[in-house]
């Protein structure tokens, strides 16, 4: 008896979606493993035709697959992406920010990945507004999550043989924070692992001036949101950022970017993003060869071109996904 095939929820959703989740497919098909691909609709036009951004079909799909292929989704982002990654059981957003060769990056050795804990922290709190011009928001920590998130980290160094950087702001937020790194901290003690605490905001100085000192970064929610968004501004472009939204059974993997309606149905997106997103799903079901050859075929044709107009180039994504395939 053989198993039946990995089930791939393919989610492209709005704006470039529509052309860069298609190009990541050509490459996942391309590199091999048997998967079987659904494709469902999410974001704006789906809420324009049926009422709903995010279709219970989509949501039962992802939450039964073993991953998720997802590209962006425009005014409804917040209806789409939240309930998507909570059908996948995320704990975890993983986003890895790398300069390539051949991209425009201020500096070219920046190569960290943030573990930002994706539950709770500042985005699970309770707003209010508890007397007219007076708002407070609640902010929660637990110790499972803090856990669950440190250790993920701790082992994602591990393996690679990389250093964690637990950030934090325990100083100031004694309480919540104080859990957080107490709880990271002794996770720390099981892992034979390279690690130091950094509060968050000198962290984020040190970051733009020597991001190369920088592996494994573990970070609350709000801190590891900001954190990763600057990161990202150090290696020159939304177009070559990918993500991970993890879980113990589950995962969603997507670009860093949005919809960039500036440039919707030219079909001269950078599918890049969205590619190496894929070379991560490869690796998370297990397909470590196959990831690798992914992230390589991406990296030379970074290196070489084609290029997308967002680097420089007036190559379109057909022209960059082929190449990307010729070097597979
Ligand atoms: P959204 O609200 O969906 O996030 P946005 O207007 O914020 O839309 P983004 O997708 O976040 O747009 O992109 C911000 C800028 O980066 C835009 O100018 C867009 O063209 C550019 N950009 C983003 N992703 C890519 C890509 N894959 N290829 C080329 N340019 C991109
Ligand atoms: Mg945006």
Same mark, same amino acid.
């Given at each position: 008896?053989?198993?039946?095939?990995?089930?791939?929820?393919?989610?492209?959703?709005?704006?470039i979606?529509?052309?860069?989740?298609?190009a990541?497919?050509?490459?996942?098909e391309?590199?091999?493993?048997?998967?079987?691909f659904?494709?469902?609709?999410?974001?704006?036009?789906?809420?324009?035709?049926?009422?709903?951004?995010?279709p219970?079909?989509?949501?039962?799909?992802?939450?039964?697959?073993?991953?998720t292929l997802?590209?962006a989704?425009?005014?409804t982002?917040?209806?789409?992406i939240?309930?998507?990654?909570?059908?996948?059981?995320?704990f975890?957003?993983?986003r890895?920010?790398?300069a390539?060769?051949?991209t425009?990056?201020?500096?070219?050795?920046?190569?960290l990945?943030f573990?930002?804990?994706n539950?709770?922290g500042?985005?699970?709190?309770?707003?209010d507004?508890?007397?007219?011009?007076?708002?407070?928001?609640?902010?929660?920590v637990?110790?499972?999550a803090?856990?669950?998130?440190?250790?993920?980290?701790?082992?994602?160094?591990?393996e690679?043989g990389?250093?964690?950087?637990?950030?934090?702001?325990a100083?100031?937020?004694?309480?919540?924070d104080?859990?957080?790194?107490?709880t990271?901290?002794?996770?720390?003690?099981?892992?034979?692992?390279?690690?130091?605490?950094?509060?968050?905001?000198?962290?984020a100085?040190?970051?733009?001036? !020597?991001?190369?000192?920088?592996?494994?970064?573990?970070?609350?929610?709000?801190?590891g949101?900001?954190?990763?968004d600057?990161?990202a501004g150090?290696?020159?472009?939304?177009?070559l950022?990918?993500s991970a939204n993890?879980g113990?059974?589950?995962a969603?993997?997507?670009?860093?970017?949005g919809?960039a309606p500036?440039?919707?149905?030219?079909g001269?997106?950078n599918?890049?993003?969205?590619?190496?997103s894929?070379?991560?799903?490869?690796?998370?079901?297990?397909?470590d060869d196959?990831?690798? !050859?992914? !992230?390589?075929?991406?990296?030379?044709?970074?290196?070489?071109?084609?290029?997308?107009?967002?680097?420089?180039?007036d190559?379109t994504?057909?022209?960059?996904?082929?190449?990307?395939?010729t070097?597979?």
């Open positions: 008896m053989t198993a039946d095939p990995e089930r791939i929820a393919v989610v492209p959703g709005d704006g979606g529509n052309e860069v989740v298609p990541a497919r050509e490459v996942l391309a590199v091999g493993p048997d998967f079987e659904v494709e469902a609709d999410a974001g704006d036009e789906v809420k324009a035709e049926t009422g709903e951004a995010l219970d079909e989509t949501r039962e799909l992802a939450a039964n697959a073993d991953a997802f590209g989704a425009g005014e982002a917040a209806d789409v939240l309930p998507l990654r909570s059908a996948v059981d995320s975890a957003n993983v890895p920010v790398r390539y060769p051949g425009d990056a201020l500096h070219p050795d920046t190569d990945v573990v930002r804990e539950t709770e500042v985005y699970a709190g309770h707003e507004e508890i007397a007219p011009g007076v708002t407070t928001l609640t902010r929660v637990t110790e499972s803090s856990e669950e998130i440190a250790r993920y980290g701790f082992e994602y160094a591990a690679r990389e250093r964690v950087t637990i950030a934090h702001k100083n100031v937020m004694r309480t919540t104080g859990l957080f790194l107490e990271a901290e002794s996770v720390a003690d099981e892992f034979d692992v390279e690690y130091d605490t950094a509060l968050m905001d000198a962290l100085m040190h970051l733009v001036m !020597r991001p190369e000192e920088y592996d494994v970064v573990v970070c609350p929610n709000l801190a949101d900001v954190l990763s600057l990161a150090l290696v020159g472009g939304l177009g950022l990918p993890v113990d059974e589950r969603l993997f997507e670009p860093v970017h919809t500036d440039i919707a149905g030219e001269v997106a599918p890049s993003a969205t590619m190496l894929a070379a991560m799903l490869l690796e998370y079901l297990g397909y196959a990831g690798e !050859r992914v !992230r390589s075929a991406v990296k030379a044709t970074l290196e070489s071109g084609p290029h997308t107009p967002d680097l420089g180039g190559a994504t057909r022209d960059v996904t082929d190449a990307v395939l070097k597979l």
